[in-house]
């Protein structure tokens, strides 16, 4: 059973369209991450959300807690080819190490 | 460089054969971990370091998994009588400091192909 649970697995739009990304949970988390991952390279860093309810945006892209703190979202507005690539959600959880669990990503595929 | 450096960027073994991975991780980071990510799979933990001493490994798949950070830098993650089943991409990331709110910053990983 994954413990963090990313939908859709798989989504392809065209450009100028707006999208959402779900990271759900059973378990509560300390804070969660988005990463954003391309092909041959790690994944980097989008942000990380700690309070419940959170709402933080990084220029089109908008990220929200869930005030229970077991659930994430990423919200895209006017998405751009260069969006493309693999979003992966991450979380550290409470009374855990600081050891991340990883959802296993959303591909997007912006097409222009 | 300024990241985290891994080595080899590929590996081709032969199963049964040992291989180490290598990590350096942002000079002066205390943090550093070992993720293993399958073929269209999210990045899962393996082990971490603060500085020199592994605080958690129990994401080591069996005991032919070892890694080790002696001086608190340099990373090895080291398998041995490799399988097929350890193809995958091995990925280490170092943060500044501990916390679990600590940002990880990750390196392109080595591409483990076991033959």
């Known amino acids: 059973t994954q413990l963090l649970e990313q939908s859709p697995q798989f989504l392809s739009i065209q450009e100028g369209e707006n999208l959402t990304v779900y990271c759900n949970s059973s378990s509560v988390f300390s804070s969660l991450q988005w990463y954003r991952q391309e092909p041959g390279e790690g994944p980097v860093l989008l942000v990380t959300?700690?309070?419940?309810?959170e709402v933080k945006k990084l220029k089109r892209l908008t990220f929200q807690f869930g005030d229970a703190r077991k659930d994430s979202s990423l919200h895209i507005t006017a998405a751009q080819p260069g969006d493309t690539g693999l979003y992966l959600c991450a979380g550290a959880r409470i009374g855990g190490s600081e050891k991340l669990v990883f959802g296993k990503g959303t591909k997007l595929t912006v097409n222009p | 460089g300024a990241g985290v450096s891994q080595s080899p960027r590929y590996k081709v073994a032969k199963r049964g054969q040992d291989v180490a991975l290598r990590c350096d991780p942002i000079s002066g980071h205390v943090s550093l971990f070992w993720y293993q990510q399958a073929l269209g799979q999210g990045p899962e933990f393996l082990t971490y370091?603060?500085?020199?001493?592994?605080?958690?490994k129990s994401g080591l798949p069996s005991d032919r998994f070892f890694a080790e950070r002696p001086e608190g830098s340099v990373s090895t993650l080291k398998i041995q009588r490799t399988q097929q089943e350890d193809s995958a991409v091995y990925l280490c990331?170092?943060?500044?400091?501990?916390?679990?709110?600590?940002?990880?910053?990750f390196g392109d990983g080595t591409r483990l192909s076991i033959l």
């Open positions: 370091f603060q500085n020199e001493a592994q605080l958690d």
């Open positions: 990331a170092s943060s500044l400091t501990t916390g679990r709110h600590q940002p990880q910053h």
């Open positions: 959300v700690v309070t419940g309810g």
